[in-house]
């Protein structure tokens, strides 16, 4: 797909970088931003046209999913992660062929893309499907065949999936994707991560998502998370995402505080399937980097990033009994530049010049953003907006969807082969 060009037009601009919004054109040249101009001055063809009406934001990162999964929502609700795993989800999942995979893809392409999800960071199988249903979709993402066991055979798949898809479109990153530690044992982790330092790669990683999988480090690894992390190498892959990190000892933070390693926080599914509270507040206040993911739609059951970031920004001051805790800018700066950086994006997120123009517009033409100035956006966003006031999906400065129509995706035949294909699971 070729790179976009041209101006968002007379919209509220927000990002993570800007003390208060401000009105202007965003004008894109080659996919990039090349410039934030007054309203109405930046010049060439409208890529959309705010009226003075709409905000725009970077675009919004799921960093921990499974997409295909979307295949599998609604099964095996309301049961502990264990048992939700091995009962329900782990046979579904063997019943599952490469048609499914993108089935399932290509389903939650046209979820997120609605919501206004420029990018997600993925763990799977069958992960040549999602890649093709990435470049189709025109979104961003970080992929990686998950590795459960010492399996070489799936290890061999990842890094040719890597050979294949690291780098492509400029769109697409590869990660390497052991399980997490109670599924691959030690020496087998210690091997994928030298691979990763070796390649350059990154790693996707579930960690400490059940409070039961301390014991398995007392018991079983007879040592410290910070220590397993370490011992490993883990530390030292371009990118590490430990995905949930719902139970990291709040005092071992230190070993997690690097620029290279994210949190990627999933407080939704984290609540559905009972794991508990992540420390957010101390993540923040260590200075650990924190993004927000969904996880599966099979645990969620969404794949809505608004959802998510309301949602992080009560519970945590309910649980506490803070209501400062887990602030409306701190939460959309995990959803956007922080997510983008664990998917191994230095130059997205962010709505400045030289960044990847990965913007979404919303709707403030409605009553939930009445009041809503330059000083409050974040704030209104977060406890007020919702995926439904998403008027536009731009990556690289291609429009992905505008009012309520895809550009590259054909939602009815995917959700009728989707509903097909769910019929034999």
């Not at 990018?119 to 998950?146: K, N, P």
């Not at 883990?234 to 139970?247: D, F, K, T």
């Not at 945590?316 to 409306?328: I, S, V, Y």
């Amino acid at each position: 797909m070729p790179a976009g060009n041209g101006t968002i037009k007379n919209v509220l601009i927000w990002d993570s970088g800007r003390d208060e919004a401000c009105w202007g054109d965003i004008v894109v040249n080659d996919g990039r931003i090349s410039g934030v101009t007054k309203p109405n001055e930046g010049g060439g063809e409208i890529i959309y046209d705010g009226r003075g009406r709409c905000l725009a934001l970077p675009g919004l990162i799921n960093a921990h999913t499974h997409v295909s999964m979307a295949l599998l929502r609604g099964i095996g609700e309301e049961l502990p992660l264990m048992e939700w795993l091995h009962k329900k989800i782990f046979p579904a999942e063997d019943k599952l062929t490469a048609n499914n995979i993108r089935s399932g893809a290509d389903l939650a392409m046209l979820e997120m893309t609605a919501a206004g999800v420029t990018g997600f960071i993925d763990m799977y199988c069958f992960m040549d499907e999602v890649a093709e249903s990435v470049l189709q979709s025109g979104l961003r993402a970080a992929l990686c065949r998950g590795i459960i066991g010492d399996d070489e055979v799936r290890i061999a798949e990842n890094l040719s999936l890597a050979e294949r898809y690291n780098g492509r479109d400029e769109r697409i990153t590869v990660q390497l994707g052991p399980h997490a530690p109670y599924t691959v044992p030690i020496e087998c982790v210690k091997r994928i991560a030298a691979l990763a330092k070796e390649r350059d790669l990154g790693i996707h990683f579930h960690w400490l998502e059940a409070r039961g999988e301390l014991d398995w480090f007392s018991n079983e690894a007879k040592m410290e998370p910070a220590a397993y992390l370490e011992e490993t190498g883990l530390l030292e892959a371009r990118e590490l995402v430990l995905a949930h990190s719902v139970w990291h000892p709040v005092e071992q933070l230190k070993t997690i505080t690097r620029g290279n390693v994210t949190v990627s926080h999933n407080p939704k599914s984290n609540m559905k399937l009972g794991s508990g509270y992540a420390p957010l507040a101390e993540y923040l206040g260590a200075g650990v980097q924190v993004a927000l993911g969904t996880d599966g739609a099979a645990s969620n059951n969404r794949l809505d990033l608004w959802d998510e970031m309301r949602f992080a920004a009560l519970i945590h001051k309910g649980h506490r009994l803070d209501p400062t805790l887990a602030g409306a800018r701190d939460v959309l700066k995990m959803a956007t530049v922080n997510g983008a950086r664990a998917m191994g994006f230095t130059d997205t997120g962010l709505i400045m010049p030289g960044y990847r123009a990965d913007v979404i517009v919303v709707d403030m033409d409605n009553p939930r953003y009445v009041g809503c100035d330059a000083s409050s956006v974040p704030e209104f966003v977060v406890y007020a907006g919702s995926s439904r006031d998403v008027k536009a999906t731009v990556v690289a400065g291609r429009v992905l969807y505008m009012d309520g129509e895809f550009q590259f995706l054909d939602a009815e035949k995917i959700i009728a082969r989707a509903s097909e294909d769910r019929l034999g699971l």
